[in-house]
């Protein structure tokens, strides 16, 4: 069955010696060229083709010849790649499908490796940092109020500074429930400032030392023909040390954190630590006044006026 099926066909050996043939005339282009260009049959190129065959001491029939001939003329035995086309692009993705995985796997290591990045450095400390901001504001700065609230009644029994804490724990409540969390702290720490102030105590002592003035004048813009006096003082703590101060001074209403500043005082005071320095250098009755524990005024030992300054 087999030999009836090629009865048609050219045999194996005559077919690979026709493209042989052509393989040859492909090789000597210049050859082709000229012969086939030429008016003449195609006798001249095989003649031609049957030289070149017998300088290499084989012998072509010229049937097969004649077949190279006319193969190379219809392109026979030339390759020519399939059009592109999607059957095309699956063959070739088939083909290289090594490289495609290889490839492919480094992409999707790469997107992987942005993946838990992107969720381990942004999102994660991202979903903590809500988390303890939502705790905050539930837990820590109710935890907190109601601990400074707690220590301040304790401390003073001062109405000012009562009313005061009242005030500030409700603007503390009042930012938690709008989840308004810098209002929220800002009242906590003024409430921290609250209770640290009214567990402070200290003497506020006029200055007495080599160097250093006891008092001084001005003459106020506003008021050209008046003068203020001013004594310079210092908080001193149980531990004998200078306590900074916030103070704003009258003449450009700024605060200013110091560790003397001056006190404004009737005439009559300045005048009189004046005299008492006048003697022997030394200001004999030099407290000014005492801030007790658990209060936030001063209690004044010698009358002074509303005003400070804290540069001369």
Do not use: C
Not at 161 to 185: E, F, H, N, P, W
């Amino acid at each position: 069955m087999a030999d009836t099926a090629n009865a048609g066909q050219p045999p194996l050996d005559d077919l690979m010696m026709a493209m042989d043939v052509v393989d040859t005339l492909r090789h000597d282009d210049a050859l082709v060229q000229r012969e086939l260009g030429k008016d003449t049959s195609d006798a001249a190129l095989i003649a031609r083709l049957r030289e070149i065959y017998a300088s290499q001491g084989i012998s072509v029939p010229d049937r097969i010849l004649e077949q190279g001939v006319s193969g190379l003329k219809q392109d026979r035995f030339v390759y020519a790649p399939p059009a592109a086309g999607f059957s095309r692009t699956l063959a070739l993705a088939y083909i290289r499908r090594g490289m495609i995985a290889k490839f492919g796997g480094i992409a999707v290591a790469l997107i992987l490796a942005a993946v838990i990045g992107w969720q381990t450095l942004v999102v994660a400390p991202r979903e903590r940092a809500a988390v303890t901001l939502a705790q905050e504001l539930t837990t820590g700065i109710p935890a907190e109020v109601a601990r400074l609230t707690g220590a301040i009644d304790r401390l003073s029994q001062d109405p000012a500074a009562l009313t005061q804490a009242v005030t500030l724990a409700t603007d503390a409540d009042r930012a938690v429930q709008a989840k308004d969390l810098t209002a929220a702290r800002k009242a906590v720490a003024d409430l921290a400032a609250l209770e640290a102030e009214l567990s402070t105590r200290f003497e506020v002592r006029i200055v007495s030392r080599p160097g250093t003035p006891t008092g001084v004048t001005r003459i106020p813009d506003v008021n050209r023909a008046t003068r203020n006096f001013y004594l310079l003082v210092e908080a001193i703590g149980p531990d004998g040390k200078a306590l900074q101060r916030t103070i704003i001074s009258e003449e450009d209403r700024k605060p200013k954190t110091v560790t003397i500043w001056g006190q404004r005082v009737p005439e009559a005071v300045f005048n009189r630590i004046r005299d008492d320095k006048a003697k022997d250098g030394i200001v004999q009755d030099a407290v000014l006044g005492t801030k007790a524990r658990g209060k936030l005024d001063i209690d004044w030992a010698m009358k002074v006026e509303n005003g400070a300054i804290t540069t001369w």
